[in-house]
Structures are given as structure tokens and as C-alpha cells.
């Protein structure tokens, strides 16, 4: 159980378009779904933190007019990065805290890797 | 903000040979998980450590959360190639905060 879908896995687009990724969990609803950016050879950095049904929370330094996320149903969340540029090409990773477990529990998803050309 | 610091960056190690990466924090955890990613996937839980000087041991992976609960390290024995990869630690109750990473090869 507990198991994260991301989609796509990758992306490739041109700069100026917005591209939309999806986080689902598949066998838990998730009261809360976490975003993650990791550029190459470098840590996980968290960009926001997404509760269903209401407004993301943006970590600092992260345009939330940039990173759009939605956060509709339970077991849905999506970010989507508009007017990207070649800058925003990163490993971006969500994770998902379900219903009744424990706070501190994440499931991370298997990532999109998103270039910007 | 809470800041995770993890050293080394990277580690070189002969196969067969122990090894030991070391996560420090600023504040105090509440607890301190340990995540694995192998060149081009995704990080993969590896344990939770939530007891001061609790000790976890995974086959040939031991993992030390300090007494304070401020320092946390994993040690390797007989590493083996399938070892490879990038070990994170990360801490935080709410939001998880990583630390850079140990970035880990094998030389046969």
C-alpha cells in the first residue's frame, strides 16, 4: 500500500509554455501532498505544501504565480509551471501524508523530470 | 528555519570496506528519516528513527539517532556495490527538511 504515481515521468517543452504535472495517490487518500525540486547532483528542496481543498503553502523564495497548485480531491494534486524557462528544468517529486497516518510519514512518487528548451 | 547538514558529500568506498554517513541539526527532531535514491530514480524511505539513542539496524545498514536528538548517522558494513547511490537524511514533524546528501560509489 501506499504507493504515488506521478505524471508524466518527463517532460521536454519549449520555454514560454506551461507545463501541468500530476501526483496521485493510488491506494490512500492524501489530506496532505508535499512538492519537491531537486536539481542535479543537489538535495530536495521543498516548494510547497498543498492540503485538499484549500490554498497551497509556498516556501519562501518560490513564486506561487510560477509553481500553480491544485489541490482538488484527495487523492489529487497538480503543479503546474508556467511560462517555464530553461532555469525551471529540475527533478520535481511530490509526496503524500494520508488520512489517519502517522504526521510525519511521506510517500514520495517516482518524479518528472521536466527540460526547458 | 530548521537546516538538516549531512557530510560527507561524497564517498568513495572499496567493496567489501564499512563506510559512515553523518547528519547533523540546528534544532532539535522529532524524528529523523533516512532516504535512499539510485542514479535517476526517486528517494525511497529507507527507516525512522524517533527514540533518543535509538538504534536501527537493517541487514548490513545500522542507523544511530543521537541522545540529544540532534545528530543521526548510518554506517555500511561489507559495502557492496548495490550500495550505490545517494543516502539523505531528513528531519522535521510537518515538512521534512533534507539534509545534502551522501553521495556514494564503488570501486570493485
Known amino acids: 500500500g501506499a504507493v504515488v504515481s506521478q505524471h508524466p515521468s518527463w517532460v521536454i517543452c519549449k520555454s514560454g509554455t506551461s507545463v501541468k504535472i500530476e501526483c496521485r495517490s493510488l491506494d490512500f487518500q492524501a489530506t496532505t501532498m508535499f512538492w519537491y525540486r531537486q536539481f542535479p547532483k543537489q538535495s530536495l528542496m521543498l516548494m510547497a505544501t498543498s492540503n485538499e481543498g484549500s490554498k497551497a503553502t509556498y516556501e519562501q523564495g518560490v513564486e506561487k504565480d510560477k509553481f500553480l497548485i491544485n489541490h482538488a480531491s484527495l487523492t489529487l494534486s497538480t503543479l503546474t509551471v508556467t511560462s517555464a524557462h530553461p532555469e525551471d528544468s529540475s527533478f520535481y517529486i511530490c509526496?503524500?501524508?494520508?488520512?489517519?497516518?502517522?504526521?510525519?510519514?511521506?510517500?514520495f512518487g517516482p518524479g518528472t523530470r521536466l527540460t526547458v528548451l | 528555519g530548521q537546516q538538516v547538514m549531512q557530510i560527507p558529500q561524497y564517498q568513495h568506498v572499496q567493496e567489501g570496506e564499512d563506510f559512515t554517513t553523518y547528519c547533523n541539526s540546528s534544532t532539535t527532531l522529532s524524528n529523523i528519516q533516512w532516504y535512499k535514491q539510485r542514479p535517476g530514480g526517486h528517494p525511497v524511505f529507507l527507516i525512522q528513527?524517533?527514540?533518543?539513542?535509538e538504534v536501527k539496524k537493517q541487514k548490513r545498514l545500522t542507523f544511530q539517532f543521537g541522545e540529544a536528538k540532534k545528530n543521526s548517522s548510518l554506517h555500511i558494513t561489507a559495502t557492496q556495490t548495490t550500495d550505490v547511490g545517494t543516502y539523505f537524511c531528513?528531519?522535521?514533524?510537518?515538512?521534512?527538511?533534507f539534509g545534502a546528501g551522501t553521495t556514494v560509489t564503488v570501486r570493485a
Open positions: 528513527l524517533v527514540k533518543s539513542g
Open positions: 531528513a528531519g522535521g514533524y510537518y515538512k521534512l527538511s
Open positions: 509526496s503524500a501524508r494520508g488520512v489517519g497516518r502517522a504526521y510525519n510519514e511521506q510517500f
